[in-house]
């Protein structure tokens, strides 16, 4: 069973083994369609394909540091950094 998908299409689920079913706050068994549940698509899932694709976090501010985006008290403090501990 797609346990995520069974959650946010029934939220009155509370609890779903995979061998027994799902179940509500009370115990009560919930029929689950599961041809619904196959065609889910998770609304969050392009996050973890960007977050996966992206630069690195530090490779991309130093490319904005580099290209003059930062306000000139930002680029100062970052200039300073690397003033104090040189590549190499």
């Given amino acids: 069973m797609k346990h995520e998908a069974i959650y946010a299409l029934y939220p009155n689920v509370v609890t ?7 179940f509500d706050a009370n115990g009560n068994a919930v029929a689950i369609d599961q041809a619904a549940v196959a065609a889910w698509v ?8 960007r977050s996966a694709e992206y630069p690195a976090i530090g490779d991309q501010l130093d490319a904005l540091f580099h ?12 200039q300073a950094v690397k003033d104090k501990y040189p590549k190499g």
């Fill in 16 to 22: 779903v083994d995979d061998g027994a079913g799902a």
């Fill in 42 to 49: 998770d609304p969050n899932a392009y996050k973890a394909f």
């Fill in 67 to 78: 290209a003059g985006v930062f306000p000139a008290d930002m680029a100062a403090k970052i």
